[in-house]
């Protein structure tokens, strides 16, 4: 999970290039809702703008960074998600989800959500349907109480989830880590810790083989061009790209980066496990 820039104005212009209407109808269901106390409504509208936060997450699932199809035909693999869920939120942790893990109640259920910012676009952010419909669905975990509206300053609530998009929210990489393949919090205890841990539970960032696999990938990318420079003395010039926000797995792949100059030992064997990892089918994920 990496931080991404978000210019309001510029998403804002975004969403009217694509439907002019827009913005008026998402105040005016906002106000409604307002008034009523509730997200109520026969047909939404937010998948409209999906596009415009594919493009600006350059593709990539806002939480567990896999890059999927992009352009006309992307829509069909994505969700606009809701970072804080715009109807009933379920309290968090949930036994059948997290039975191996202890955590201490982390916000109680509410039947109305946060119905006001159903059509906030601090709110949106575009995901892959394995992290929305399978791990995040109608839960946001809360350290203190929860919000119950429009009135209330979301951040007293200490959400336990991060929103990557501009800087509303922590740096996500202030708070996780990568040891090749495996997402660590970055804090070793307190509050941050925590929040790293739910993180990485919450939303399987280390149960799901398919991303361990496409961070192993990556790591055999970048460490191949890390001994070509090393070797010839020259860097070359792909590698000036590979931490770039658009790189699949950037976080990973950062971190990797770091690994490479603080510990190269360490580092190149990581690479060759990464490398052996990304071609027996059978194997565990690689750890140093
Ligand atoms: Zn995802």
Known sequence: MIRYPFDIAKVEAAITALDEKWLRKARQRTARFVALGRYEETSAIWSKVKPVFMKLQH???????????????GPLVWDLEHFRPKSNVAAWPNATRHPDIAYNDLGAGSETGYFWLAYDLRNYAASCKVCNTIFKLNWFPVGKARATAAT???????????????????DPEDLLNFVL?????????GDHNLRGRVIIDFFGLNKRDHIHRARAQMIGSVGTLLLERDQSGS??????????PHIPHAACVRAFIRLWDDDRQTALKGYEACRAYGFDPTAAPPRL
């Open 181 to 189: 393949t495996t997402a660590v919090p970055k804090h070793q205890a």
């Open 152 to 170: 209330i300053d979301l951040s007293t609530e200490d959400a336990m989830l991060c929103y990557p998009l501009g800087d509303l929210d922590e």
């Open 235 to 244: 860097s070359p010039q792909i590698l000036t790209r590979l931490g770039e």
């Open 59 to 73: 593709d990539k699932c806002i939480f567990c960074e896999q890059r999927l199809e992009g352009g006309p035909y």
